[in-house]
């Protein structure tokens, strides 16, 4: 079946760039996500590529998507201890609407 | 816009107890709802699937009597897990789907169940 992978930790200092990556197997994916996960909450959705596109920039996040190596990375710029989150990666194949989750990347921002 | 509201946000109740989760659309029209569950630590796992007016589908392992999923209206689902036990103690989250097209999830911000 489908399979959706991230590192699981990422530390950065506060302002510097967060580049969290994910690698997936499901090759007839649609649309690739990033929500972001506070603690004690549901999922808020941050961005999302559709797979024909390469790259999407929207404010401090930019997503890179390498369909060939089945690979997709969120940037953040500027990251702010407002970013510390767990952040998941999650794909959607043709034809079906549920969405396949990674692991999820706890990013910690430090002062 | 897209805002999924979810209630309870947590519950804790004896074992034996069943327990009913309201996932709603608020601003938007969901024909497609999603139920998960979290383990602590872990990814989101897919319970089943909700559509509008007809019955859930579960995915494999997810026992469809002991998680009742009925959605009634296009902005209103609910998950009833029925004679609740220490194991049932989870994170559950719904998302919404509006529309039919490629639209995004949306989802709730979580119920958090204990069962004692």
């Known amino acids: 079946g489908e399979d959706v992978e991230q590192s699981l930790f990422l530390s950065v200092r506060e302002g510097d760039s967060s580049v969290i990556n994910c690698t997936y197997t499901?090759?007839?994916?649609?649309?690739l996500y990033w929500y972001k996960q506070e603690p004690g909450a549901g999922l808020q959705l941050l961005t999302y590529?559709?797979?024909?596109?390469d790259m999407k920039q929207d404010q401090r996040l930019t997503v890179l998507l390498n369909k060939k190596d089945k690979h997709l990375s969120l940037r953040i710029a500027d990251t702010q201890t407002g970013d510390s989150a767990i952040y998941f990666c999650?794909?959607?194949?043709?034809?079906?609407?549920?969405?396949?989750f990674g692991s999820g990347t706890r990013l910690q921002v430090q002062p | 816009g897209a805002v999924v509201s979810q209630h309870p946000s947590w519950v804790i109740c004896k074992s034996g107890t069943s327990v009913k989760i309201e996932c709603r659309s608020l601003?938007?029209?969901?024909?497609?709802m999603f139920w998960y569950r979290q383990f602590p630590k872990q990814s989101l796992m897919l319970m089943a699937t909700?559509?509008?007016?007809?019955?859930?589908?579960?995915e494999q392992g997810v026992e469809k009597d002991k998680f009742l999923i009925n959605h009634a209206s296009l902005t209103l689902s609910t998950l009833t897990v029925t004679s609740a036990h220490p194991e049932d103690s989870s994170f559950y989250i719904c998302?919404?789907?509006?529309?039919?097209?490629?639209?995004?999830?949306?989802f709730g911000d979580g119920t958090r169940l204990s069962i004692l």
């Open positions: 909700s559509n509008e007016g007809s019955k859930a589908t579960y």
């Open positions: 999650a794909e959607r194949g043709t034809g079906r609407r549920a969405l396949t």
């Open positions: 590529i559709f797979s024909n596109m």
């Open positions: 998302s919404a789907i509006a529309g039919e097209g490629n639209q995004p999830q949306h």
């Open positions: 601003d938007f029209q969901a024909t497609t």
């Open positions: 499901d090759s007839s994916s649609t649309y």
